[in-house]
């Protein structure tokens, strides 16, 4: 099988708005522009079936190759993506160039890995952050950052200043984030799972049943329709 490769061919354009983007849609391909510091924006088009699985598989932090018909190749992130709410065809997409000697500010995923403790005994692991924003040179941006749960017990929380970050590469954010943490489940509902797999009546509703009959009959149908 072929690698699928992480270069958006683009065709140069020079025509913009609705009647163009429409030409374009029905010629198979998708309105594109990109622009970048020291750069004129420029008009392109390109294959919305090629880009989307190159954004699939390589996601939205990666450092593209970006080639156009006629020259002017150059690197850069894919910095939007209309999508139609209905066809989910993609409608225009946003590149931005880099300079490869100048920092960037990207998002990168962070993905959960490990057994945190706290769920083995119980408790419920919630991820708070599912990107971060990092700033780093456009060749040092990473796939994603892995976070380590394997030591976080019950009431726990791990912040983004407990997230080794690869060399060269820092949070933008001034304070450290909550990333994921580990909850204990409500007591109440522990009872209401436990009540709901046995199919027994909490003591303090049997407490209220076998009350109900010393207050009288009426009463005892009232307490019963509370119940």
Do not use: W
Request: aromatic fraction near 4%; charged fraction near 25%.
């Amino acid at each position: 099988m072929v690698e699928l490769s992480s270069t958006i061919a683009c065709q140069a354009r020079t025509k913009s708005g609705k009647g163009q983007a429409h030409k374009l849609h029905v010629a198979g391909l998708t309105p594109a522009i990109a622009y970048g510091p020291g750069r004129e924006p420029r008009l392109l088009a390109l294959n919305p079936i090629m880009f989307r699985e190159q954004r699939r598989t390589y996601g939205r932090s990666h450092i593209y190759d970006v080639t156009v018909d006629g020259g002017d190749n150059f690197k850069a992130l894919i910095k939007d993506v209309q999508v139609d709410p209905v066809s989910r065809n993609i409608l225009h997409v946003d590149l931005y160039a880099v300079d490869m000697k100048k920092p960037i500010r990207v998002e990168v995923r962070i993905e959960i890995v490990g057994k945190a403790p706290g769920v083995i005994e119980g408790g419920l692991l919630s991820q708070l952050m599912h990107r971060a924003e990092v700033q780093c040179l456009p060749g040092l941006v990473p796939s994603s950052l892995m976070v380590d749960v394997s030591e976080l017990g019950i009431n726990q929380v791990l912040h983004t200043d407990k997230i080794k970050l690869p060399e060269g590469v820092v949070f933008t954010a001034k304070r450290p984030e909550a990333v994921v943490s580990v909850f204990e489940p409500e007591a109440e509902e522990v009872v209401a799972v436990e009540v709901a797999a046995e199919g027994a009546v909490p003591a303090d509703g049997a407490a209220a049943a076998a009350a109900a009959p010393a207050a009288g009959a009426k009463a005892g149908e009232t307490e019963a329709k509370k119940e």
